[in-house]
Each structure stands twice: as structure tokens, then as C-alpha cells.
DNA sequence: ATAATAAATGCAATTATGTTGCAAAAAATA
DNA sequence: TATTTTTTGCAACATAATTGCATTTATTAT
């Protein structure tokens, strides 16, 4: 577990602090995604709003976590998946949140290609957001 | 134009007033999405801006308007079609955000069913979101 | 048409959310 | 271990969103 936040930091030619391998502990342990607030739940006081805000944008440059699409005002962070490479990390991901629980899974499934657009329109990436009640709260 | 506004406030059941049929015909000239800052924009300053929140609030809740995901941190509205009533006004819609005028289309295609959820997963909504370049930035 | 009732609005205050500059602290490098 | 580079925390600031309440406006019943 500690070996893993270690190496996705070296990996990424990132200083190794307390900040930056708590929060990917964090991410690690919860599966799911998580927004700045719970971050900063689970954190409590040990780090600044500041500093969570930044290591989140930090990692999301390199590609360590991407951001997920929710209908209302929060920006959803999860972990990236081994696969998942600088350029095309964001894409082709299908997300499920739970209405009950409020979880969100990343579901590995690659959808292929299934809009078909009208003429003129390029696409570049595709996010598709299902939710509705998870297999935990059935 | 203005007897459309008028009907869609009466057939809900909502009181005329100003706010209301003007946010209404905005969206009407707009075609695509809009939040907040675009709505606070248009107006002016004809009207508070907890006014304009509590427009938006109830149209959605009656189903007038719906809500579209994104990626920031913007909640984005859009009049659903004629078709869309009150239970599944959010379901089977495809956005389309322009990464480069950031104009959104609202296609009208069905998906039929894209997504195949693992066991115990039920489905309420879904959402699918295309990003890239429009017909008219290309 | 007018009075009574109900609903919506505007204002002020409050809370949440996100950003920036800079000095101090910590990590990486030589 | 000393030097350089990077990250952090603090303070200030900016924006976004919510709530309670008095006033205004719309609806309704007479």
C-alpha cells in the first residue's frame, strides 16, 4: 500500500510529501470517487484547504486521477486506472453513482463509439454518467 | 413566442411574472444550455440574482428545464422537448459541448440502452456528454 | 372591480467554494 | 551537509450559493 503511493509519485517525478501520499492513500481506500469536500473530510485538519486544492490539480495534470461529470456543482475526482496514459486518460470511461449512497464506480466497460453525430460535429471525448442504485444498496 | 411562454408557466401551474417569462424567453432565443452567469448576464439587472436561482429551482422541479453534467464546476440548464415529461425529462438526452465556443446542443438521439451494467446495478438516468468541435468552429 | 389570500421578489446576512501572492518550511540535489 | 528547488500554510480576496424575513406582486373569491 505505501510501496504503491511511493511509486505512483516517483513514477510521476513528484516530491513525496505527507499531503500528496495521504490523499492518494485516501483515493486508494475509497474506490470510488471523491470530491474536494470529502477529501478534506477525511483529512481533517492535517493539511490546508489550499494545499488540497493544489495536490488535486497536480495530480490531475499527470494523469493520476481525472475528473468525472456530476449534474450538480462538485468536480469528482477518482483514481485512474493502470491503463489509463497521459493522452487518453479521460476517455471512453463509463461512471456510475449511486442515487442511495452516493458511491462512484468506475466502470471499466469501453463503450464503442456509440454517438453517432451529425455532420460537421468532431468528437473528442465521451462521458457517459449512469446512476441510479448500486449492488449494495439494492 | 410570448403565448409559448405564457402556456408552459400556465399548463404547470405557476404564477405569471416577470422573472419567469423572461428567463423562459431567454432560453427559447438561446436554443442551447445556459447557467447561471449566462442567465445574470442577459438579464441585467432586472431582477436579484436569488430570484434567478429560484427560478431555475423550480423550473427544474417541474420539469421545465433539466440539468446537463459537466466537467467544471458549472451547473448547465436546458428546456426539455415537448416530449419530455415529468419522470423522464432528464433520461436519453445526448450533450453535446463545443470545447471551442462552448455552445451546447442538446441531440435528440435515443440510445438504446449503451450501457451494460455489471450485476445488482439498476439504472435510473443516464447521461452521455460529447465534447470537441461544433459545426460551426470546425 | 375590489378585497382577501397566497405566492414571489428583493434585500441583507451568512456560508461555501475557489484563487492568488508571498514568506516559511520541507524535499530534492549537488 | 549545504544549496537549490519545490511545496506548504497563511492571509487576503473573489465568486457562488443559500436562508429568513419584510415588501411587493399575482391569484382568488367576493
Redo the contacts between chains.
Keep these: 500500500m505505501a510501496f504503491d503511493v511511493l511509486d505512483i509519485l516517483k513514477r510521476n517525478n513528484l516530491s513525496v510529501t505527507d499531503s500528496r501520499k495521504k490523499i492518494l492513500e485516501i483515493f486508494q481506500q475509497a474506490g470510488g470517487a471523491l470530491d474536494h469536500a470529502d477529501i478534506e473530510k477525511k483529512t481533517g485538519d492535517s493539511f490546508d484547504r489550499v494545499t488540497i486544492y493544489r495536490t488535486l490539480q497536480t495530480f490531475e495534470a499527470k494523469g493520476i486521477i481525472h475528473?468525472?461529470?456530476?449534474?450538480?456543482?462538485?468536480?469528482l475526482y477518482a483514481l485512474c486506472k493502470e491503463e489509463c496514459s497521459q493522452g487518453n486518460h479521460r476517455d471512453n470511461h463509463?461512471h456510475?453513482i449511486c442515487?442511495n449512497c452516493n458511491t462512484t464506480y468506475c466502470?471499466n466497460?469501453i463503450?464503442q463509439s456509440?454517438?453517432?453525430?451529425?455532420?460537421?460535429?468532431?468528437?473528442?471525448?465521451?462521458?457517459?454518467?449512469?446512476?441510479?442504485?448500486?449492488?449494495?444498496c439494492?
Design positions: 475528473t468525472i461529470p456530476t449534474i450538480d456543482n462538485s468536480i463509463i456510475f442515487d466502470l466497460h463503450p456509440v454517438v453517432q453525430l451529425p455532420e460537421g460535429f468532431t468528437e473528442k471525448r465521451t462521458d457517459i454518467i449512469v446512476s441510479g442504485i448500486c449492488n449494495k439494492k
